[in-house]
């Protein structure tokens, strides 16, 4: 019944920006958080941010920090990374997952996935 599906994933040039969802069903936000991963082709899935359950703390990835923000609306059971001064770099497939109890930067320790949306940054 968990299950997590993304949206807003698309093509932006460089410089531009973009706001990816993640709806949530099965669980509320308020007893699970949701982290966003990233994986570009020939390299390894790289985690990127996570809202906490709860008080909804945040935290990112050094290569996002200050450029991306996540968010939570907890009447929408929807998490949101909004996405600026994007690079091609920042290009790959972006996943939101449940983490099996908190936020973790491996994704071994989550438990549910979406289906990926592609993400290109390029002129």
């Known amino acids: 019944q968990v299950q997590l599906v993304e949206s807003g994933g698309g093509l932006v040039q460089p410089g531009g920006s973009l706001r990816l969802s993640c709806a949530a069903s099965?669980?509320?936000?308020?007893?699970?958080?949701i982290g966003w991963f990233r994986q570009a082709p020939g390299k390894e899935r790289e985690w990127v941010s996570c809202?906490?359950?709860?008080?909804?703390?945040?935290a990112y990835a050094d290569s996002v920090k200050g450029r991306f923000t996540i968010s939570r609306d907890n009447t929408r059971n929807t998490v949101y990374l909004q996405m600026n001064s994007l690079k091609p770099e920042d290009t790959a497939v972006y996943y939101c997952a449940r983490p099996k109890l908190v936020c973790s930067t491996n994704y071994k320790l989550y438990d549910y996935w979406g289906q990926g949306t592609q993400v290109t940054v390029s002129s």
């Open positions: 099965g669980f509320t936000l308020d007893s699970r958080g």
């Open positions: 809202v906490s359950k709860g008080i909804g703390s945040t």
